[in-house]
């Protein structure tokens, strides 16, 4: 099973609401990614857990909050966005051993709008 | 700092063409080369890596690169084009010191084919 799955597929939210995207995988993999892509743009590298523990953030703004309960799980928690954070979100998975650097694996992303 | 170059952000071929994505990269160290296809509004599938074994990879849907360090380039190349190819590749980079296995993205190439 080489799957990422995320839900929701789609999100619309309001700018003061709170909202979370949740990614599943169930590969074995230690590490995971969030990522931000805007439309015709590659992705952007947000987050990267490595064994549960958040080894890299991109100066996110705080408004976007990560967080990893499982090794198999990945969630993140959304407040107070603004509309330019309007994007589609990907998470990724994949192996994760130091200094060599696996391929990662895509979920099909949520469509988040902000209103 | 490690980069990556895709030559024309548009392609157009014909059903039946050769088709040529170029990408060439920056890196000081022996680089780990990706490429992905994106689908309109779903994830990343990976294509192909290269990973310093043979310089020729074969990958899915017939799709091949050749990695060229005179040429610091890893195109793309799938001899006969098919309707179902077009979307979108992303060509990417990771050097094997990178802990977390972070991707470098080019901007991308949106790949037509005309019937």
């Known amino acids: 099973d080489t799957e990422v799955t995320q839900t929701p597929k789609h999100l ?19 590490a995971m990614y969030w990522y931000k892509q805007k439309a015709k743009k590659p992705p952007e590298l947000m987050f990267v857990y490595s064994y549960e523990k958040l080894s890299i953030n991109e100066s996110v703004p705080s408004r976007f909050s990560p967080e990893c309960p499982n090794s198999s799980l990945l969630n993140l928690h959304l407040h107070a966005l603004q509309p330019e954070d309007s994007a589609l979100y990907l998470c990724a998975s994949s192996q994760d051993r130091q200094q060599i650097p696996y391929e990662q694996y895509f979920g099909p992303g949520t469509r988040l709008t902000v209103t | 700092a490690q980069s990556v170059t895709q030559l024309g952000s548009h392609v157009s071929v014909s059903e039946g063409a050769l088709v040529l994505l170029r990408c060439n990269y920056s890196s000081s160290v022996p680089p780990y080369l990706f490429w992905y296809v994106q689908y309109p509004n779903q994830g990343l599938q990976l294509l192909l890596k290269y990973t310093s074994a043979a310089t020729l990879v074969k990958g899915i849907n017939g799709f091949e690169a050749e990695f060229k360090k005179s040429e610091t380039s890893f195109h793309l190349t799938k001899p006969s084009a098919h309707m179902s190819d077009a979307a979108e590749y992303f060509c990417a980079v990771s050097d094997k ?7 470098i993205f080019g901007q991308g190439t949106e790949l037509s084919v005309k019937p």
């Open chain 1, 12 to 30: 619309v939210m309001g700018m003061t609401n709170k909202k979370s995207l949740k990614c599943e995988q169930h590969m074995g993999h230690r």
């Open chain 2, 97 to 103: 010191y990178n802990q977390g296995g972070k991707l």
